[in-house]
Every structure is written in C-alpha cells, then in structure tokens.
C-alpha cells in the first residue's frame, strides 16, 4: 500500500503527541504488525498492553465485524445491548471476588479511573483520595490527578483535582533503600507512611478511597507485595475507606492470572479495567458492589459511546478466545522462559543490569547506570511510550526497534518493559528474547 506520501500530513499531527517508531503502521496479525515500506517487526508492546490476544484475532475481529452489520451504536442510556449484557454475564463469574457484582462501560482506562473516583466519592460522601508515589492512571484531569509516575502529564495544567495525598509504593527506589531492601521492610514502611498520613493530613472520615495498581506499570513495573495489599485492605476495613484496584494494564492474563489481585486474594471495593479487555476495540469498565453503584443517581453516569456495542462484542469474543485457548496456562510457560533468558543476561551483565522483574508476562528489566542506581532521574521526564533517547534502556529499545522488535521503556528510573502478546509462541518468544540479549549486548560493549 503506497502510503509514505501521507507522512508530508504528519507535521499537521500535534507535537502533543509522541512516537516511537518512524514510518507508517499499515497491518498487524497475531505478534506482528507491518509498516508501509514494508517492515515487519515483533511487536513486543501489544499497543501499550492492548492485544493481548494479538493484532487481528481471527475470532475477535469477526465478532466486532458481525456486530457491525447488526448495530454499531445502541446508546447506553437508551437501552441496553445485547452484547453489553452478554459481556457482563460472561465477565461475573470471572470477577476475583464474587462481591463485584455491578457493572458500567467505558472507553478508555481514564474515564474509567474518573468515573471510579467520581463513584467512591458519591457512595462514601467524602472527598479526600490516597494515591501511590510512581502511579499511572490516565491524563484526563481527574485520572491525572492521582498520576503520580512522571512530571510531563501534568506539567503547566494544575490546578488539578485537589484532596490527593500520595504514599509511597513497596519498591526500593521511593523508600530511599537499595535494590536488596527486604520485602518486609518495604511493606512495613508504605504502611506506616499510610497509618502517619491518616493521622496527620487526611483523616480517615474525610478519605474517600486509595487507589492502587497491583503491578505499578509507568512507574517502573512494579508488582505490589500481597502483604502490602493485604496490609491496605485492613486499613481500608478499619476506617471504611473504599480500595480502588486498577487493573487496566495488569488485568485479562497479563500477570498469568486473571487479575493480579487474586495472587494476594484481596477483595476491591471498585476494579477497573481496560485495555486487554476489547483487544484494541476502545472499551473500559468499572465493577463494584450493588450496594455501592446503587448510591449513584440515575443518569449521573453514562456517555456517548460508553460500552460500545461493536467493542463489547469483541470483549465477548475476548473472554471466550482466553478460555478456548487456555491462554493462561501459556502466559505461565512463556513468562518461565522469558525470566530464564533474562536471568541469564542479568547474570552475564551484572554491572549493568540492576534487576529483572514482574509477573506472568508483564515483565521489566532495570539497567543500572554508571552512576548508579536511581540516578538518571534527569534523563527520563518523557511521556509514556516516548523518551527513546540518551538513557541506557532508551539505547537497548531503539537497538531492538532496529532489529525488528518493538518495546517500551518505562518509568523514570533505567527500565525497558516486555509486554508480549499472551497468546505468543514459544518460538516468537525466544526471538524477541535474543534481539533483546543482542540489543544489550551491543550496548554495553
Ligand atoms: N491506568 C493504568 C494502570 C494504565 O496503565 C493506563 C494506560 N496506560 C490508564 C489507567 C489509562 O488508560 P487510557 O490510556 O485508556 O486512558
């Protein structure tokens, strides 16, 4: 397709936006996508963590087309779909508690974040909200708000939402330590930052709710110790502070579980989720106890194209492809092999790889810099998915964008991010996995 002419179009496209790669995305399929000069790379960011199930899932794309010739727009608040309903019956028994029992749709993962936000205010009739240091939420006001990973998202815009207090989240760099700070001791400080913070700046009769992502994404892909939430669930039961879980990026077999809250068994008053959800089609939700969506005046919720019919019959499909296909079972395979091959590297480079970490398929490495740790704080205020530049994680994704893979940094410390797709073979893993050990390689030589 001779498209490279439509790139003279590109500077009528807003700074505001960045990219990572040059050229013009054309086609995808399973764990490729094509450009218009005729590149095929791997592509191991699945949009941001979006095609779970690959580009083009033969079964996905077919239930969105089939939908699409039945009705594309069935408004939200003038009756219900069929396929909005058919997504909550197959989504209820997969909920990691039985209590999230009320459901809403959405587009994206930040007008889900605001409409949780919005939701635990009402139903608890306070206003303050706790945030985690490192969090990313969305860059809509509200969702921005409670960001907390990067400067650039809120930069110049404020005032924002206020009543957002932040604690630290269980990862060594935020708690002043060093990369072998016990587990222990990380969990036992964010929680006393916690207990001072309700003693001191928001009183628990004035905090609506904490929100939290299980693995901290942007902020360097972090997953949160089951007793740090366990820790904040009884805080949260205690003073009758809701406990807000976003699994945007982490939920639908990113972490090889269903949800990454089920490795601690911590029950959300409200999770969110999106992204892998639809697969690519723009689809978000928020699910709750009836007893808590109930408080919601009727007709306070809602929005044009909120749970789109075409996008929920694809997260239908989604749900059905992830079980016919056993797809967690895979995550657990491909993610062992991935962290064996990581390991190694580790192992091999340990002047320059600091840690290799996450779960399921949610994976990072974190280099170290010359410096040392946490010292590149300068060299990173770049916006999620950009900032391919002079930090050494920067160098070893671009090296592999030369090769023939695409993946994200993240976060403002040293971190390169494996988000393959969950349905990967064995075979597409072990290349990805070499153009990243020769991408390193190269690097520090
Ligand atoms: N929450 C988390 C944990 C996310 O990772 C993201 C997106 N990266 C969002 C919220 C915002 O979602 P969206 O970009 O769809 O608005």
Same mark, same amino acid.
């Given at each position: 397709m001779a498209t490279s002419s439509l790139l003279d179009y590109g500077g009528n496209v807003t700074k505001g @936006?960045? !990219?990572?790669?040059e050229g013009i995305m054309t086609s995808g399929k399973g764990s490729y996508v094509e450009y218009d000069d *005729? !590149?095929?790379?791997?592509?191991?960011?699945?949009?941001?963590?979006?095609?779970?199930?690959?580009?083009?899932?033969?079964?996905?794309?077919?239930?969105?087309?089939?939908?699409? #010739?039945?009705?594309?727009?069935?408004?939200?608040?003038?009756?219900? %779909?069929?396929?909005?309903?058919r997504l909550v019956k197959k989504l209820l028994p997969l909920m990691p508690d039985p209590s999230l029992d009320s459901f809403f749709f959405w587009n994206s993962g930040s007008e889900a974040?605001?409409?949780?936000?919005?939701?635990?205010?009402?139903?608890?009739?306070?206003?303050?909200?706790?945030?985690?240091?490192?969090?990313?939420?969305?860059?809509?006001?509200g969702a921005m708000a409670v960001t907390r990973s990067k400067t650039v998202y809120s930069a110049g815009v404020a005032p924002l939402m206020p009543g957002v207090?932040?604690?630290?989240?269980?990862?060594? %760099?935020?708690?002043?330590?060093?990369?072998? #700070?016990?587990?222990?001791?990380?969990?036992?400080?964010? @929680?006393?930052?916690?207990?001072? @913070?309700?003693?001191?700046?928001t009183a628990p009769a004035d905090t609506a709710a904490i929100i939290i992502e299980p693995v901290l994404g942007e902020g360097g892909y972090v997953p949160a110790p089951a007793a740090f939430l366990q820790g904040l669930r009884a805080i949260c039961d205690k003073h009758g502070i809701l406990l807000i879980i976003d699994e945007v990026q982490s939920g639908f077999s990113r972490t090889g579980k269903f949800f990454a809250i089920e490795y601690s068994g911590v029950r959300p008053d409200i999770l969110i989720m999106a992204k892998g959800l639809a697969n690519?089609?723009?689809?978000?939700?928020?699910?709750?106890?009836?007893?808590?969506?109930?408080?919601?005046?009727?007709?306070? #919720?809602g929005g044009t194209y909120a749970g789109n019919a075409v996008s929920c019959a694809a997260a239908c499909a989604v749900v059905d492809a992830m079980q016919e296909e056993n797809v967690l079972a895979n995550v657990n395979a491909r993610s062992e092999e991935l962290f064996s091959v990581l390991k190694a590297l580790k192992a091999? %480079?340990?002047?320059?790889?600091?840690?290799?970490?996450?779960?399921?398929?949610?994976?990072?490495?974190?280099?170290?810099?010359?410096? *040392?740790?946490?010292?590149?704080?300068?060299?990173?205020?770049?916006?999620?998915?950009q900032g391919l530049g002079k930090t050494l994680a920067s160098r070893v994704a671009k090296?592999?964008?030369?090769?023939?893979?695409?993946?994200?940094?993240?976060?403002?410390?040293?971190?390169v991010r494996f988000i393959p797709p969950l349905n990967i073979t064995a075979e597409d893993l072990a290349k990805g996995a070499q153009i990243f050990r020769d991408a390193v390689e190269e690097v520090v030589k």
């Open positions: @936006l960045g !990219r990572i790669t *005729g !590149r095929k790379m791997l592509d191991f960011t699945c949009g941001i963590g979006v095609t779970n199930m690959g580009h083009c899932h033969p079964k996905i794309s077919k239930a969105a087309a089939d939908q699409c #010739m039945n009705i594309v727009h069935a408004q939200c608040s003038i009756a219900f %779909h069929e396929p909005y309903l974040v605001e409409a949780s936000l919005k939701m635990a205010r009402t139903a608890t009739g306070r206003q303050n909200i706790i945030t985690m240091q490192g969090a990313y939420h969305g860059r809509t006001f207090f932040t604690i630290p989240y269980p990862f060594w %760099h935020q708690l002043g330590g060093k990369p072998d #700070m016990t587990e222990d001791a990380q969990v036992a400080q964010c @929680l006393y930052q916690l207990e001072l @913070l309700l003693a001191q700046q690519g089609f723009p689809l978000s939700g928020v699910v709750s106890r009836k007893e808590l969506t109930d408080k919601l005046a009727t007709g306070s #919720m091999a %480079h340990p002047a320059h790889i600091l840690d290799v970490r996450g779960q399921g398929l949610m994976v990072a490495v974190e280099f170290a810099t010359p410096a *040392g740790p946490g010292a590149t704080l300068d060299a990173v205020a770049a916006p999620e998915g090296k592999c964008i030369e090769k023939g893979m695409i993946i994200l940094t993240t976060s403002v410390y040293e971190v």
